[in-house]
């Protein structure tokens, strides 16, 4: 896997996982092995609050992620079109010393 991909598949890793919970968000120690902290724990509206913190807190990581990504595949596609017209100029330039070769 070239380096390009591996930066795809990193970026979008954390965007595609998906968090369970046992019931309604923030209320109260889950299933998964581990009780998210005592305000967590303790359920109620502390619990509520800070599960919708911390899902606010992802989503805006979500959005950076995807703004980074954006930007990353916008350079690589200016890189691309530079390298389109880089070529396109040496097609260009040999096709003229061709066509000098066969007036001579």
């Known amino acids: 896997m070239n380096v390009i991909a591996r930066t795809r598949v990193s970026i979008l890793r954390p965007l595609v996982s998906v968090r369970m919970y046992s019931g309604e968000p923030g209320s109260g120690a889950g299933k998964g092995g581990g009780g998210g902290g005592a305000i967590r724990e303790a359920g109620g509206t502390f619990g509520k609050m800070e599960a919708a913190r911390e899902d606010e807190y992802f989503y805006k990581k979500q959005k950076e992620q995807l703004a980074n ?5 916008n350079k690589e596609i200016a890189f691309h079109q530079d390298q ?3 070529h396109e100029d040496a097609i260009r330039r040999h096709k003229e010393q061709m ?3 066969d007036s001579k």
């Open 99 to 101: 066509s000098t070769m």
């Open 69 to 73: 990504l954006k930007g990353h595949l």
């Open 84 to 86: 389109i017209k880089r």
